[in-house]
């Protein structure tokens, strides 16, 4: 069986994908967690300085047991990460992405201390210039990840590839501290999800997009600058509250 310590794959400089739309929603009222577990990236351009994407596991059942750790209780540490995954039990599964922190924004979902020689000539503080995708899995011997679940995470990192001209590194957790994570885990089928990402299909034939969300709007969303990115929020948080009332 494939040790997730090992899990790393370098995209290649050239021969980009596309910009790509993805499927996503903001978990209902993470905003007001960030002050508490995001900061400022310290790479200052929040485009170029974007070199790796973190591949996690929850080893939960549940997306708003994930999102918990946004918010913990006083006294615990507090972690977060851009998007989240839903695992096949929930509604959401194969329907849409969930947007938990801002891309503009640095997501701690990885030790300070922790590095790899082979991804970003062995830096700390991966947190600023990286991406942290969450998957909801238990990370137990029975618990796979489902085909859309790999593919739905594929399509994240190949939005990433399309948007920041020098991301390099997709990486699982475990490469970057072995001795204290195994996320995502052996289950994960790294293999294929790489053939994803370096674009073998489309990742996403299956999935439909958000029916809380008007399709233009969405859009609208999607090809917005950073710079953009806390006034859209306000738009699609809007959206989802008024599609609670229809």
Known sequence: MPSPKDFQ??????????????????FPGVQNYWARCTSERSVGDHINGIVAVVIHATAGASSSGAVSVMNPAPGKPSASFHWLVPDEDEPQHGRLIWACAREKDAAWHVQNSKSHPAVNNGKTHV?????????????????????????????????????YPNLKHVISHARLDPQRRNDPGPNFPWDKFTQLVMGAQAPLSMLTKPKAVNGSALDQFKTASLADE????????????KSLHK
Request: with cysteine.
């Open 127 to 163: 947190n600023h210039w990286s991406l942290g995708i969450e998957i909801v899995n238990r990370q137990s011997g029975g618990d796979s990840f489902s085909d859309w679940q790999v593919a739905a995470t594929a399509q994240i990192v190949r939005y990433c590839y399309a948007k």
């Open 9 to 26: 794959f370098d995209l290649p400089a050239t021969d980009r994908p596309s910009p790509i739309t993805l499927p996503e929603e903001w």
């Open 230 to 241: 806390e006034a859209n929020f306000k738009i699609r948080e809007n959206l989802h509250i």
